[in-house]
């Protein structure tokens, strides 16, 4: 405890907590920017048609932001056009999990189930997005 007081002297008389919330909170700062290039970085991989490459990418922003239903999203998406279905479907339906209010998200859903035959499904996920979009 001494070594960390005699630390939180030195770093301008900041008290042990505080300094360390400032660390927490940079630290949370660069991953979401880490996060943000990942996303980035998958966006323009999946544009050449490298979808493999593109949902590692977005893998690696979920792992810095789990609670990202877009980049769920998009993994889904490249998921699904690199042949990968089953966990294409579980990306498309986490998104909707995690932001419900996701409109977008319930078309790309809508989109996948649709193009796999599942009608029903689809047209609830489709009528979802309508109503979130009003």
Known sequence: M????????????????SWA???????????ERAANDYLKHGLMLAAEGQDEAAAKSFRQAISLRPDWAEAYSLLGSALARAGSLK?????LRKAVTLKPD???GWNY????????????????????AQQLAR
Do not use: D, H, W
């Open 2 to 17: 001494a070594v960390i007081l005699s630390l939180g002297l030195a770093l301008g008389g900041m008290a042990p907590f």
């Open 21 to 31: 919330q400032g660390v927490q909170e940079k630290v949370k700062a660069a991953n």
């Open 87 to 91: 966990e294409a479907e579980e990306a």
């Open 102 to 104: 996701y409109a977008e």
């Open 109 to 128: 859903l809508g989109q996948f189930l649709k193009e796999r035959g599942k009608e029903q499904e689809a047209q609830a996920a489709f009528k979802k």
